[in-house]
Every structure is written in C-alpha cells, then in structure tokens.
C-alpha cells in the first residue's frame, strides 16, 4: 500500500518537507522507537524528505529502496579509512565563487546552496556552500571571468539543487550566461523534478523554451519507484520545451545494487523517454561507507546488464577521480 500524495505549488513544497524521522517513519506504519539516529548526524546533514516523494515508499516496508536514500542512520558517524571530507578535491578547481572548473571546454556553476531532498549518499554533504553561493553582484564578477574564456562553452548548473532556486533569478542568470557568444550549450544537474515534480510549472518552461542555448537536463534517478505518473508528466513537459533528458544514477548497496532492479530502473526510463546515462560508484566521502558496493561486484551487475538490455539501455558505469579530465570509465 502506498501512502497518499500531497499537493500545493512547488514553493510550498518544498518548505514544507518532512524533517523529522519519527514524523517520516510514522507517516509509513514503521516503528519510530527503533530507529537509532544521533542529535550529532542530524545536525551535520539534517533529514529532508519532499512529502511528494514520501509517497512514493511502501508503507510498512522498512527496506524500501527510496526510504533508505533519505533515512539517517548512526553509521554516518563512522570514521571510514579511504573516505574523505572533500572526496573529489573540489575545493582545488574553486576558480571564482560559485565556479567548478574540473573539466576542459566546460564549468559548473553552483547556483542554489541547498536542495530539495537530503540524500544520505551525497558526495556534496561536507561542501562549503556559503564560500560558494553568490548573489548577483558576484555573480558579475564570475560571468566577466567566464566571458574571458573561449574554451568554455558549456555552462552546467549543480548546486546543492539548482531547481531549487527560483525561476526570476535562473532566467536572469540564463539570460546573462546566453549573452556569452561562446557558450553555446545549458547542462542542469537536478533531482527536483522527481523529488516535486510540481516544479516544473510554466515559468520554469518559459525560461527555458526563450533561452538561446541548447538544454540539457541530467536527472538524478536510483531506483524505478521513483517515477511515477506524475513525474513521468513533468519529464514529458521538460521535452516539449526542448530539453534532452539524460539520467545518472548512483550504484548504493541495499537501494538498487542487484540487476534486477537496474534493469528495471533502465526500463522505466525509457517509458519516460529519458536515456540512461551514467551509473557512479560512490564516491567515498565520510559518513556515507554504508551504502559501498565494490567495484568488482558492480562489473558483475554491469556485465548482467549488458546480456539482457540492448545497449542504449545499458548507463556508463563511472567513477569521479580527482583531477581527471572526465569521468572514469570501469568497463
Ligand atoms: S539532490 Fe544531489 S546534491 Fe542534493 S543531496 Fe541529493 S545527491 Fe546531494
């Protein structure tokens, strides 16, 4: 049985997110008294759980696979050897505020500091934000600094989650960016149109349809519960104003680490008419040893679906390496 949606605009939403595990756990039939979870670790990375995608868990099921992407657990605390608090050295490729520049001829710009959704797995859980989050006078200071930069020429909006930030301040920002002759091209890295698909309303579809630039929206997927009608009528509406959607996902022990239920999840996808993109490794940040799979296991998983999926169904099994000029491929 699943628990009943909620609805309001995507604002409303995403104010009202559920922040306490008890109320989480309650809201699906399970016992709260037995979840154990330090004041420490909810400190560190508060619980936010969108209602919209609380009803998309099974009540009743305490192993399901979209409850345990957001359910804190005191393993969080642990001192992992090999798990680092700046896992991918971010910090070194930190050129202006709100700028990653990682990758030859593109940038991400780090437009919103927060997110719909806490994902207990995310490597950004450590990152410091307010170092990184401009407002629009300095954002002049890093499209002056962009504008001085013919080899870039694709501008990928990340975060936190950049759809959480309103649509007035990323059309100004879009509209900024689009006057750079050289960029020709708008990645947005995102998860809020699966955690609220409400977002995706028709000022977010203006500014996208008037902007000069060629979109393209990776979506950020783990498990095939995670799409329903709703979200699957977001994803539509995303294509009719001229986005390729494209998704990655994150290979996390006891969500979706069998074949099973990455074929299903490439299956789903493709009903939503979205290409599966990459599949990440995790990448070993502290707090998060818990959800590792091991790289031999997942070319085990990899090697399965490539016998039973034809290959555009088959995502990039990657790893990020510090200082890499792309992501790694493992097969
Ligand atoms: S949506 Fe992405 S950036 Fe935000 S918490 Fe989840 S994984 Fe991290």
């Given amino acids: 049985m699943l628990i009943a949606s909620t609805a309001g605009s995507w604002q409303q939403q995403l104010s009202d997110v559920i922040t306490d595990p008890d109320e989480l756990l309650r809201t699906l039939n399970l016992d709260a008294s037995q979840l154990s979870v330090s004041a420490q670790v909810l400190k560190q990375f508060p619980l936010r759980v969108p209602r919209s995608f609380a009803a998309r868990m099974q009540a009743g099921n305490p192993s399901d696979p979209l409850l ?14 090999g798990f680092d608090f ?48 401009p407002g629009r006078q ?3 200071q890093s499209l002056e600094w962009l504008a001085g930069q013919p080899e870039i020429h694709e501008v990928i909006y990340s975060g936190g989650d950049p759809l ?33 698909p409400a977002r995706v309303n028709d000022e977010l579809l203006a500014w996208l349809s008037d902007c000069r630039l060629q979109k393209v929206m990776v979506i950020h997927v783990n498990h095939a519960n995670e799409i329903d009608a709703e979200v ?20 996390l022990k006891g969500v979706n680490d069998s074949a099973a239920a990455l074929i299903d999840l490439s299956e ?19 707090g998060v040893a818990h ?19 034809p290959g555009y169904l088959v995502p990039r099994l990657v790893r990020e390496v510090p200082g890499a000029s792309s992501k790694t491929g493992l097969q």
């Avoid at 971010?90 to 719909?116: M, T, W």
């Avoid at 960016?177 to 955690?195: C, D, F």
Wanted: proline fraction near 6%; charge should be negative; glycine fraction near 4%.
């Fill in 164 to 196: 959480a930030a309103s649509d007035k301040y990323l059309a100004w920002l879009t509209n900024r960016i689009s006057e750079i002759p050289h960029i020709g091209r708008l990645r947005i890295h995102t998860r809020t149109p699966v955690m609220i």
């Fill in 268 to 286: 789903r996808l493709m009903d939503a008419q979205v290409m599966p993109y990459y599949l990440h490794v995790l990448d070993r940040v502290q």
């Fill in 232 to 251: 699957t009528e977001a994803l539509q509406n995303l294509r009719r104003a001229g986005v390729t959607l494209l998704n990655q996902s994150v290979l």
């Fill in 138 to 140: 300095a954002w002049e």
């Fill in 86 to 133: 700046d896992p991918l050295s971010e910090s070194d490729f930190n050129p202006q505020p709100g700028i990653l520049h990682k990758y030859h001829g593109r940038v991400l710009a780090l437009v919103a500091p927060h997110c719909a959704v806490h994902c207990r797995y995310c490597f950004r859980r450590h990152f410091p934000y307010e170092e990184n989050t």
């Fill in 291 to 309: 959800f590792d799979v091991s790289e031999t296991y997942a070319l085990q998983l990899m090697a399965e679906l490539k016998e039973k999926l």
């Fill in 68 to 81: 345990l992407q957001v359910l804190p657990s005191d393993k969080e605390g642990d001192d992992t050897p």
